[in-house]
């Protein structure tokens, strides 16, 4: 069964404009409203929150909102760059999250992301790495997944939370009570039902299907059937204009396993040829497989560094098709390489004996095609211990940065250092107990301390800002890296609290 993300960017052309050069000419005090037209008729189409807490809507004439805000901010509405700006969204999802993506017009993108969830630790993380992704541009977004697009499209819009999963086989639970002008309708389809009484999905679907099939038309039906999944409702992924893509089309429906590798592995060699010729390795590659029920299954495999080997691609896609499901059989395979590097023939050397190279990109490569995430940790030059790494691509090259060697640094450092109770001699005394997670341990032996201070050429809340750290053994045995916020004599320094930082081996 499909999953299907629907990402909402309800104030996409109010953020773009801000973020667009004609957003500078624009005052950040004053409300905002992009308007549209339409022969005469002049409209709001979008409004920033200014103007929303003003008493502006949506679809309110132009003249009105005037005569509300005499000094309302009005821009005429784009919406060709509107549209481009959600396919560059598109175009970036594709690269990050699933091999199917498609543009949800006017205000959004859809994904299925069947089989490769997994390689973001699953649906609940995927979800909310995608809000916190989005937050962090400055861009509003609300998320939903469900079983369909017309079920994950409607949660997106009409729910008040950042994030709506539907588990698997629960559609019908969440949309019936819903709005019908969630189904994605005609309006004036949706006002004539709003008159004969129809306000929820739930009240549609429980009337009989042929009379409003003879006053209306098949659409309500086929809306209804795409929403609770019964029909397929097909995602024509969005492709960039420099995709290098391989398919092959066949005369007959294919479904064997042993068939279906045979002509993955054709592919394979298609794609490194093409490759070849632009000089280029494969990061990302996504299999698309077309069914003859116009249903797409999608297969997505990872390099930790560009490759070409055609023998290692095959194994790597040949690993996982068993998870594709033929059906009624398959009519065309796609592989699509989505994210390529540059990569340069390696010279042989022409000695007799050559040394031996041990690459663990192949074992990186496996690990990570089975959703486990794998990075390596890189020195940054920095004082502070918890500014001091970061996790980056294991392909990436060394910046040349190095930790102190001169103190001892613990094998585990807390993602946040936390407080404990310590019992100690200020102002430069190392602990004679602490009490940490709620286990009192009383200090054996003790070094220190190791005083680091803060970076106040980045942050000027550090000036003053002193930490004194300390090597600490309890009964025992095990070591602990600790530390004062603060000198112990002046309160500017720091809070004079202290905190648990780190674990030794």
Request: proline share 6%; glycine share 8%.
């Amino acid at each position: 069964m499909s999953r299907v993300v629907s990402v909402y960017l309800p104030d996409l052309a109010i953020e773009r404009l801000k973020r667009s050069d004609d957003g500078a000419r624009l005052s950040p005090d004053l409300p905002l409203a992009i308007i549209a037209r339409s022969g005469s008729k002049r409209w709001i189409r979008a409004l920033d929150s200014r103007a929303r807490q003003a008493g502006l809507a949506v679809g309110m004439p132009a003249v009105k909102a005037q005569a509300i805000i005499r000094d309302l901010q009005m821009v005429d509405a784009d919406p060709g760059a509107d549209v481009a700006a959600v396919e560059r969204i598109a175009l970036w999802a594709l690269t990050q999250y699933s091999p199917v993506v498609a543009v949800d017009a006017p205000d959004g993108i859809i994904m299925d992301t069947e089989g490769a969830d997994h390689l973001q630790g699953g649906e609940e993380l995927m979800l909310s790495g995608i809000i916190n992704r989005f937050h962090g541009r400055g861009l509003t977004a609300r998320v939903a997944i469900a079983d369909s697009w017309g079920a994950a499209h409607a949660l997106a819009r009409t729910s008040k939370r950042d994030i709506v999963r539907v588990p698997d086989g629960e559609t019908g639970r969440f949309v019936e009570r819903l709005p019908i002008a969630s189904l994605r309708l005609n309006p004036d389809l949706v006002g004539s039902l709003h008159t004969l009484g129809f306000q929820t999905i739930g009240a549609l679907l429980a009337t009989p299907r042929a009379p409003l099939a003879l006053r209306f038309g098949p659409e309500i039906g086929r809306r209804l059937d795409q929403m609770y999944g019964r029909i397929p409702e097909p995602i024509d992924p969005i492709r960039p204009a420099e995709l290098i893509e391989v398919s092959r089309a066949f005369a007959e429906p294919i479904g064997a396993p042993e068939t279906i590798a045979k002509y993955v592995a054709r592919l394979v060699a298609d794609l490194c040829n093409a490759l070849e010729k632009k000089g280029l390795g494969v990061r990302r590659a996504d299999l698309i497989v077309h069914k003859v029920d116009n249903t797409i299954q999608a297969i997505r495999a990872g390099t930790a560094k560009p490759a070409r080997d055609a023998t290692w691609l095959t194994k790597l896609f040949k690993d996982r098709i068993e998870k594709i499901e033929p059906g009624f059989g398959i009519e065309r395979l796609s592989l699509a390489a989505i994210m390529s590097e540059p990569l340069a023939e390696a010279q042989k050397s022409s000695s007799l004996v050559e040394e031996e190279v041990i690459d663990i990109a192949p074992l990186i490569d496996i690990i990570g095609n089975r959703g486990q995430r794998v990075y390596r940790v890189m020195a940054v030059a920095s004082d502070v211990p918890e500014r001091s790494v970061r996790r980056t691509s294991v392909a990436t090259a060394a910046a040349g940065a190095s930790w102190t060697p001169h103190w001892p640094r613990p094998v585990r450092l807390l993602d946040r250092p936390e407080q404990i109770e310590v019992i100690a001699l200020l102002p430069d005394h190392p602990p004679v107990a602490i009490t940490w997670r709620g286990k009192r341990r009383r200090v054996r032996r003790a070094d220190g301390p190791e005083r680091i201070f803060g970076e106040w050429w980045t942050r000027s809340a550090e000036f003053d800002a002193v930490r004194d750290y300390f090597v600490v053994e309890d009964d025992g045995g095990e070591r602990f890296w600790i530390f004062r916020s603060g000198d112990g004599v002046d309160v500017a320094t720091g809070s004079h609290k202290w905190f648990m930082h780190g674990i030794f081996a």
